[in-house]
């Protein structure tokens, strides 16, 4: 009896409790609990918050508890959470509330190949992308980039994903396949990482489909929605938010491989979403993300408005 007893008391020291924001709290989930892992996204809805005074004093704070995404959403959806970010998807829009803005300005999206340094010449500027699709890439097997890369009819084989770092690179350089897509966001860390493998940036061509990276928002805090867009627009229109994001110096190298003119973009649909922005590269020029933010404030105002 006695051990029960102690049993039951230590049950209810150490089990896990639930966590629901406290006013003036709006709790953030997130994968990995070291602080430079998504500071820029933090630093943002800190922002926003601070920005947007007329919807009371709020703070950002971090879940205590990393967790996979998929446990995010269901923290999200339970109310143990208030916002995450993502890449969007249509089945994540039904699961949670979407802040559609691109975050990353659509630069996931954007896809440049990782090549063995003694092939480029099979890769000329005028090469078509029926002849891409022809050569072998690679993938992690998960990742939503192989379906994307698959639909659109391109010869790519999946690989163990807590292997890629090593393997993917190691059998570009040995030529067991052609090719390596890799997003402008991460590719230069990639190469600088791997700078002792005889790999290198391809020089004419981009890969680019619509993929984007939001905020969403539990589907019990539709009004945090509202405010969110209304703090990213006054972030754009002020110039803070072009400023935090070209702080991070990849942020900028990625831009730059996006707009270089000399390569070709071959576009590609994303079967797991069912519309693109015409230009979310709002760093450049804002005006039409502007645009779009306006319009879902103006929605959400109405929204509001009849309930």
């Keep these: 009896m006695k051990n029960l007893v102690v049993s039951y008391v ?17 709790i953030f989930t997130r994968a990995f609990a070291d602080d430079a892992y998504g500071y820029y996204h933090a630093k943002i809805l800190q922002r926003v918050l601070e920005l947007t005074p007329e919807f009371g004093i709020a703070k950002a704070i971090p879940h205590p508890q990393p967790m996979p995404q998929a446990r995010q959403i269901i923290k999200l959806k339970i109310g143990e959470g ?45 090469l078509s992308i029926d002849a891409i699709k022809g050569f072998v890439g690679v993938q992690g097997n998960d990742w939503p980039d192989l379906a994307v890369l698959q639909h659109n009819g391109f010869k790519v084989e999946g690989a163990q994903w807590s292997l890629w770092f090593q393997t993917m690179f190691t059998a ?4 067991m396949v052609d090719y390596f897509p890799r997003n402008v966001i991460e590719v230069s860390n990639d190469l600088e990482r791997h700078k002792t493998k005889r790999i290198k940036l391809e020089e004419n061509f981009i890969l680019r489909y619509p993929s984007y990276e939001y905020f969403f928002v539990s589907p019990q805090k539709p009004e945090l929605v509202h405010r969110i867009q209304v703090g990213l627009l006054r972030m754009l229109n002020n110039g803070e938010l072009k400023t935090m994001f070209e702080k991070h110096e990849n942020h900028h190298t990625a831009m730059l491989l996006a707009t270089e003119p000399q390569r070709t973009i071959y576009d590609l649909d994303n079967p797991d979403l069912s519309y693109h922005f015409e ?29």
């Design 279 to 307: 230009n979310p590269l709002w760093g450049n020029d804002p005006t039409y993300m502007r645009s779009v933010l306006e319009e879902a404030i103006q929605d959400s105002t109405k929204t509001a408005g009849n309930h």
């Design 172 to 175: 570009v350089e040995k030529g």
């Design 82 to 126: 208030d916002v995450m970010w993502s890449a969007t998807s249509n089945e994540r829009e039904t699961q949670l509330l979407p802040v559609r803005f691109p975050l990353l300005q659509g630069l996931a999206g954007y896809r440049v190949l990782v090549i063995n340094s003694y092939k480029q010449a099979q890769f000329p500027p005028d």
């Design 10 to 26: 230590l049950l209810v020291l150490f089990a896990p409790k639930g966590i629901a924001s406290e006013p003036g709290e709006i």
